[in-house]
């Protein structure tokens, strides 16, 4: 039978398109060569160029009316299948003959299912010049060889010196394996055996079911169709056939939602598998809600990222109700082009991140006006986007509520015209052309906003601040971190105009004074979230000590500031509501503030962040009041790093304190210190007194190393008495290794 015969016979059979009786028939196609019928079936057969590999033989005799054709087998083992077909009575066969027929189905199914790969065994060392008769006889002692094959080369047709061979038992083919090796030896060489595997990295695009299955499906219809509802048939069915993977037995509901579950890539791959699955996993994207590729590519493998092809055939597989696309986890292939079928593809889309993603004006224009829904957009590092982009995307999506444009220098806040009374969260963070009047279309466009970022917006001046915090009252966070020169402290007394402020960050703002804290502290009452750090104003004790009053305050960052002493940690530890407390890098802060926290800070203290503090030292162990802290407060953590403190010291505090914890974590940032001084010489050259030490001395067994690390370990800090431009003729002369070496010492402290 040639191998085209095969294939249609397979393709026939398999994908079910024949029915009762035929079916049965069919199964000549693939082991079982008989098909009883009339000569209208023999005609069906002949279209589908059948008949040329079978033998057909005219019978003589007549059986009841019409006459029939036989398809001989040449496989005496199935005589009583030939017996059966030959039956005059096609429908009242007796169920021992029926259960005779499943059984002889079975057990060529079974047999012709461990040709796969169950029994398969790899031989390598073959020699070049055996053949696949040979390596066939060579195996024939350990048991019933189903199949030998040599493996050749594509263009040579020679041999690659390796091959496969099948046994029909597992006990055969483990028994090649444990042979000795005078039996392993063929034509001179000493043959390599082992367990056949799959080749990795092969994806197969379609994956056909095994025979034995289809045998069965096969012959469970014909019984069916015939009404054959006996018992012993459909026991024997169950015990001769291989058993249907329990995977085949849900209906499409169950798959479907076994399919949702699935991640992207696995939902893609089972559509490989098989029609039915392909049909499943194809309605299952009519479901999917939310789209992210966070996570989902590796570098340097595959495609590397998330391609325009890759994207677009995602959306055109029905992605039409989708509700949420996140592009920021890979979105450096794409391209405008997959981005404009994004507004065709996702009408109902509410939120969409688009960061870093190279979106233009054109393409914001068409998520505007295809995506009027739109809840939320995140727009970070999208540099092509500029006020044409946002004035049209504004202008369509009325529903928008969360504004993000980050990062980008080409909004000036001129399109902020176009705002939704809705929009209720902007965040502008980096946008340096932002400026005043734009800051006054958000107050009027954006009665409710009750989140705002203008941090690093640097033409805001007090004007634009005035205008916010005069119309919306409602804002509840503000982040005006690095704000220009241009804001002085009569802008930053706008803020006390927000009564419902919640979180307010002033973070290197170098305008912030104690008038403006204590502004703040009397009008701001319901603060919970405030930090200051890196104000290297005129921030004091003062300013500091005025925010104890506020009765909600949580959560408390005055890091950086060298003007505040421990009295204003005396007068925080009286506010109960405080639960965080970050002091990072004040060096005026020492072991008596740090008492005063432990011993008679408020039952919500929890944290307390002191790293870099360098007046903390091992002498706080001293203190008698580390004893009266109350057995009920709760577990308090504290990190002393980068302290005078030595780390025997904060274990030995770990143990006399009662429920606390203390780190030795080194993590304050060394750029946002006021007290640190570049121009800085005196940790690192020598002073007056050892001028006079000469080569000899060195060579005599002066210890260097110990002396420079004697130095090193000079926390306070002595700033060499020189002028900014005598410093930098210094450097200039100096060695650029040494150079490289003293900006890297700095940094790392």
Known sequence: MSSNVVKKLQKLHIEERSAGLEELASLGSIGLDWCPGTPVRQKQFQNHDLTDSMVLRKEKAKVAENEKYFYRSPCPERENLKNIARSPSR??????????????????????????????????????????????????????????????????????????????????????????????????????????????????????????????????????????????CQESLEENCLEESLIDKLNEDILLKIFLILDLKERIRVERVCRKWYNVARQSWKSLTSLSFKGMFTAFKGTGGLTDKIFISILKRGCNNL?????????????????????????????????????????????????????????????????????????????????EVTDDVRITGK????????????????????????????????????????????????????????????????????????????????????????????????????????????????????????????????????????????????????????????????????????????????????????????????????????????????????????RDLPRIQINVGGTSMTFEGAKALEEKIKNCQVLYEKKYNARLRNDFDPTSMASFYPSDDDDDVGDDDFAAGLDVEHHVHSVREDDVPQHYPMSLEQAEDFLEADDPALLDELEEQFLFE
């Open 323 to 403: 509700q949420r696309l996140d592009l920021s986890g890979s979105p450096y292939l794409l391209t405008p082009y997959s981005l404009k079928h994004i507004g065709s593809t996702c009408p109902v889309l509410k939120y969409l991140d688009l960061s870093n993603v190279a979106v233009n004006n054109q393409n914001m224009k068409e998520i505007g006006q295809n995506c009027s829904e739109i809840e939320t957009l995140i727009l970070g590092r999208c540099k092509d986007v500029g006020e044409k982009g946002l004035w049209w995307f504004l202008k369509e999506a009325r529903n928008l509520k969360h504004l």
């Open 91 to 232: 429908v009242g066969f007796s169920a021992e003959s029926k259960s005779s027929l499943v059984e002889s189905v079975a057990k060529f199914a079974t047999v012709d299912a461990t040709v796969g790969t169950k029994f398969k065994l790899f031989v390598g060392n073959i020699s070049y010049r055996v053949k696949d008769r040979e390596l066939r006889e060579c195996f024939q002692p350990f048991g019933v060889v189903v199949r030998a094959n040599i493996c050749k080369d594509r263009k040579t047709k020679k041999s690659r010196g390796f091959g496969f061979v099948v046994f029909s038992k597992r006990e055969e083919a483990e028994k090649a394996i444990n042979a000795p090796d005078d039996l392993l030896t063929y034509d001179g060489r000493l043959l390599k055996v082992t367990w056949a595997e799959r080749k990795k990295g092969k994806i197969q695009e379609k994956v056909i079911p095994p025979k034995a299955v289809a045998l069965k499906a096969l012959a469970k219809s014909y019984l069916e169709k015939e009404g054959c509802n006996d018992s012993l």
């Open 415 to 630: 399109s902020f015209w176009m705002l939704s009374d809705t929009c209720q969260v902007l965040n502008f963070n980096r946008c340096v052309k932002i400026s005043d009047d734009g800051l006054e279309n958000i107050s009027k466009k954006a009665p409710n906003l009750v989140n705002l970022n203008i941090s690093n917006c640097l033409l805001v001046s007090d004007l634009g601040v005035s205008k916010i915090c005069s119309i919306n009252k409602k804002l509840r966070k503000l982040v005006f971190s690095e704000a220009s020169a241009a804001v002085t402290v009569n802008g930053l007394m706008a803020i006390g105009q927000l009564p419902d402020l919640e979180c307010l960050n002033l973070s290197q703002n170098q305008s912030l004074d104690d008038n403006v804290l204590m502004h703040i502290a009397r009008h701001c009452k319901k603060l919970k979230s405030l930090n200051i750090e890196a104000c290297h104003g005129s921030i004091t004790d003062a300013g500091v000590s005025a925010l104890s009053i506020l009765q909600f305050l949580e959560e408390l960052s005055i890091s950086y500031l060298t003007k505040i002493t421990n009295t204003c940690l005396e007068h925080l530890a009286a506010n109960s509501a405080l639960r965080s407390l970050i002091c990072k890098a004040c060096t005026e802060l020492g072991n008596q503030g740090l008492v005063s926290l432990l011993v008679f800070g408020g039952r919500s203290l929890v944290s307390v962040e002191m790293s870099g503090c360098y007046a903390v030292d091992d002498n706080i162990l001293d203190d008698e009041h580390l004893t009266e802290r109350d």
